[in-house]
């Protein structure tokens, strides 16, 4: 059925009309990190986002930045055309080095949401210090307790490692403060890896400097708060103050920083409507959540503090997909 459905994308009269028929719908896209020199996680390979870009220009898709999309929702400006968005979430250097001059050179109109601790070299994401211990340890044990509950620790190979790490995030992002502390302690003495105190290689922030670089080419950045903990986990009081700090750096350090917030983790369960008050009161006139699903400029309109977004994909054939008609379709039955 995917291939039948996709060899109709090939029909541009087609398409045109389907397009009408549909009205215009918007794909808002999260990007993480690209593929690692090491290979030690899958990810993005900067080929593939190029051919993508290239096919959506060939294709004739508006791109849009996420400011321009909230903006137009917001006052009910329809797009001409099917539109696609790109983000990307944390403020690693290998997505500013590797993934956004190519969004550029396709005017691709590209937000990174950055969390400012990490940027301002304070300190690095806890969830990618598991990641980091995951990847590198050697142990050979294939399970692990806290607490009274027990964890697989399956490391025999990359797929099966980030198994494991998705396990202990999902265990340990609704964690408080304190006993994450003592779960990462306990991890690190079960595989024998201590996470360095600055963020190793592979795992480095970017800078203020390299930000201002590409904000001043078209790269529109937005905060992530600060430590990337997750909002549910947090006193209300602690998630104000990341939200205040983090707009703060982002105010000091940047021209026009995004109007939009992008939450940590961003799933349903992570944030909560007092967050979306927090996050409203402050000024932010929309925020994206990590939940799928497409969107049209009046779905964006309803549900301006928890956009959905789409995991960029990892094939072109799944690309055309999720921004064509097809995944709207989909979405419908
Ligand atoms: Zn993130």
Redesign the pocket.
Known sequence: MDKFLLGLLGFNLLNNCINKLMGHYVTIYMIHRPIPIDGLYQGLAPDLLEQCLIYAKNKNYHFASLDELVSDAINGIVPKKPTLCFTI??GFNDQVEALVPILLKYDAKPTIFVLTNFVDGKDWPWDFKLAYMINTTSCKSDSMSYKGTQFQLNLTSMQNRTITRRALVKYAKYLPSEVLDDFMVAVANELMVVPPLAAPEGYTPTSWERLRHYESRGLKIGS?ACT?RVFSSLALTTVKEELIHAKNRLAVELSAPSKTFCY??GTTKDFSSAHVDLVRELGYVAAVSASPGNNTLTSIKQNLYAITRHTFPNTLAQFARYSSWIEVLRSKL
Request: zero cysteines; hydrophobic letters at 0%; aromatic letters at 0%.
């Open positions: 979430d944390d992530h990337h940590p983790s």
